[in-house]
């Protein structure tokens, strides 16, 4: 079992950064698919970023530009980079993993959930 804990959202304004972060434990080693989901009150979930173990990474065309998805292996930690956020925005992020090689932005593909950082974006 892959424990998976989000960190870094909060409340900014409009244009601004943040980055959030997803500690898993156990070491999964490099053998994992992760991606970062986003959910907004009245909204489906939707896959915002994803990275295959190939490093091969896919975004959603809402955030292409603006959101860069990393990690380090060694440090069994995903990174989402968000710049010049906008209202839409807005919504809890969650960070997802599953044993595979290439980045998928559909949640049925994902395992393992965090429980959210909720990301703000004030206009």
């Known amino acids: 079992q892959v424990q998976l804990v989000e960190s870094g959202g909060g409340s900014v304004q409009s244009g601004g950064s943040l980055r959030l972060s997803c500690a898993a434990s156990p070491y999964t080693g490099s053998n994992y698919r992760w991606a970062w989901f986003r959910q907004a009150p009245t909204k489906e979930r939707e896959g915002v970023a994803s990275i295959g173990n190939n490093g091969a990474t896919i975004y959603a065309d809402s955030v292409k530009g603006r959101f860069t998805i990393s990690q380090d292996n060694a440090k069994n930690t995903l990174y989402l980079q968000m710049n010049n956020l906008k209202p839409e925005d807005t919504a809890m992020y969650y960070c997802?993993?599953?044993?595979?090689?290439?980045?998928?932005?559909?949640?049925?593909?994902?395992?393992?959930w965090g429980q959210g950082t909720q990301v703000t974006v004030a206009s």
């Open positions: 997802a993993a599953r044993f595979g090689w290439w980045p998928r932005l559909e949640a049925d593909d994902y395992s393992y």
